[in-house]
C-alpha cells in the first residue's frame, strides 16, 4: 500500500501541491481525477521521484521511502508510465522491454509470456524500432516495460491520451487484470471519466494542488463525482 501524508511540490519559487494526503490499496484501481492544470502529472512525478517533492512524508508497504531518487524507487517496486510514453526511439521494441531489467536480478532477465498475452502487437513487432509505433503502440510498449519491472505500486498518467478507442478498450482490460491479480496498486491519472469511473475502486479529485474531494464508490455516487471533476 502506498501511503501520502502532506505532500508538497515546487517548481521554481511556485508552490503545484499544497499538503496531498493519499492512500493507493493492493488489488484496487485509485484514480485521480480533475481538469487540465491541477496537479495531477505533478503528483505522480512526485510519488515516482522525478521531481522532487518539497515536503510531506511517502511509504510504500509500510517502508517509509524518504527522499529517494527515481530509480532507486523503482528499484523499491514503484513502476511509472508517465505522460507521452518516454518510449526511446532508437531502441527496437526489444531493447525498450529489456531497460526494464535495470530493476530486477540478473536470474529474472526475461520477458515474461504474459507481456505478449497482453500486447501481442509487441511480439509481431519486436525489432522495429520504437519511433517507428504508433500512439497506440508505443502506449502498449511503455505500459509493458513498466510491468516488467514487477512493480509493487503502477502509476499510469493519462493512458488513454490521443489512443484509438480499439487500444483503449485493450488498456482498461490490462489494467482490470492486473488489479485483480492483486499484487500491486494502481493509481490511475485520467480525463476520460467513464474510463475511469469504470476501472476504480476510490477516487481523488484536485484543483488547484490540492485534494477537494475523495472516497470509494459506496461513498460518492457517479453523478456527485462529474460534478466535482467538471468545475
Same mark, same amino acid.
Given at each position: 500500500m502506498l501511503n501520502v501524508q502532506g505532500l508538497t511540490l515546487h517548481y521554481g519559487q511556485s508552490q503545484i501541491l499544497n499538503g496531498i494526503?493519499? +492512500?493507493?490499496? =493492493?488489488? +484496487?484501481? /485509485? #484514480?485521480? @481525477?480533475? /481538469?487540465?492544470g491541477v496537479g495531477k502529472t505533478s503528483l505522480l512525478k512526485a510519488i515516482s521521484g522525478t521531481h522532487p517533492r518539497s515536503g510531506g512524508s511517502m511509504s510504500l508497504d509500510g517502508e517509509d521511502l524518504g527522499k529517494l531518487p527515481a530509480h532507486v524507487l523503482a528499484h523499491k517496486g514503484i513502476g511509472y508510465v508517465p505522460q507521452?510514453?518516454?518510449?526511446?526511439?532508437? $531502441? =527496437?521494441? *526489444? *531493447?525498450?522491454? +529489456? /531497460?526494464?531489467?535495470? #530493476? $530486477?536480478?540478473?536470474? *529474472?532477465h526475461v520477458i515474461p509470456d504474459e507481456i505478449y498475452e497482453l500486447f501481442p502487437i509487441l511480439k509481431e513487432f519486436l525489432h522495429r524500432r520504437g519511433g517507428d509505433l504508433s500512439g497506440g503502440q508505443q502506449q502498449q510498449l511503455a505500459f509493458a516495460r513498466a510491468i516488467i519491472t514487477k512493480p509493487k505500486l503502477l502509476l499510469l498518467d493519462e493512458p488513454t491520451e490521443g489512443i484509438q478507442p480499439n487500444i483503449i478498450q485493450q488498456i482498461g482490460r490490462v489494467i482490470e487484470y492486473l488489479r485483480d491479480k492483486g499484487d500491486m496498486a494502481i493509481v490511475l491519472v485520467e480525463q476520460y471519466f467513464e474510463f475511469a469511473y469504470t476501472l476504480a475502486d476510490r477516487f481523488y479529485v484536485m484543483r488547484r494542488g490540492s485534494v477537494t474531494a475523495s472516497g470509494t464508490k459506496e461513498d460518492i455516487t457517479?453523478?456527485?463525482? @462529474?460534478a466535482e471533476v467538471s468545475v
Open positions: 494526503d493519499l +492512500q493507493a490499496h =493492493t488489488g +484496487q484501481v /485509485t #484514480c485521480i @481525477m480533475g /481538469t487540465n507521452g510514453r518516454m518510449i526511446f526511439p532508437l $531502441l =527496437t521494441v *526489444e *531493447e525498450n522491454m +529489456q /531497460t526494464a531489467y535495470a #530493476c $530486477l536480478p540478473r536470474s *529474472e457517479k453523478d456527485a463525482l @462529474m
